[in-house]
């Protein structure tokens, strides 16, 4: 496999993955969210394979809009009706109001998404939406290297990702010669 089909195998999987997660997002809150995974970088898995880990919180002074069981049997309804598998909800008992639920998706290579409802009525809700990808053969050192072309030393910068981004952003992937993000054209 070429550097240039390597590259073109991550982003390909890495979009598919990123719009997944999108839209199970925008189930639980349309506007930005705050980014602590930007979901880009590959993490090794062995055996020759990588992964990408996504993370995303909602925005201090949210609010749900909704009980959090009702929220939680929304989405996970949506899942189902949307293709997604092995679909769990968890609740909690005494104090603790969080939900979680769990699901998979294989066909978008989401190997799993963990929804995390966290209300609280005296301040503001937190929900976060945390998924791994399915491992993907391929060398992880290389896609690294060929995802920053024109990097030479670790001290050189590459333009940051946005601290918030609406789930319906346009995704980049790896960055050009110059250090700054890609964002990825039919042309390109």
């Known amino acids: ?62 609010k749900l809009g909704e009980p959090a069981g009702d929220a ?45 409802l966290s209300p609280d009525p005296g301040t503001y809700d937190i929900a976060t939406v945390s998924a791994e990808s399915t491992c993907i053969q391929g060398d992880r050192e290389r896609l690294n290297t060929v995802r920053r072309p024109g990097l030479r030393t670790e001290e050189e910068v590459l333009e940051d990702v946005p601290s918030t981004e609406h789930p319906t952003a346009k995704p980049s992937f790896g960055y050009t010669p110059d250090g700054k993000r890609r964002f990825w054209d039919d042309a390109d």
């Not at 930005?32 to 880009?40: H, V």
């Not at 049997?73 to 603790?96: C, F, K, M, P, V």
């Open 1 to 62: 496999m070429t550097d240039q089909e390597l590259l073109e195998k991550a982003r390909d999987v890495n979009f598919a993955f990123k719009a997944a997660l999108a839209d199970v997002q925008v189930q639980v809150f349309d506007g930005d969210w705050k980014i602590y995974d930007y979901g880009a970088t590959p993490s090794d898995c062995g055996d020759g394979r990588y992964d990408f880990t996504f993370k995303r919180r909602t925005v201090p002074h949210w």
């Open 72 to 116: 939680a049997h929304r989405i996970a309804t949506w899942l189902d009706e949307n293709g997604w598998e092995n679909i769990t909800t968890q609740g909690y008992s005494g104090d603790i109001d969080n939900i979680v639920i769990q699901a998979e998706k294989s066909d978008a290579f989401v190997d799993r998404v963990v929804i995390d």
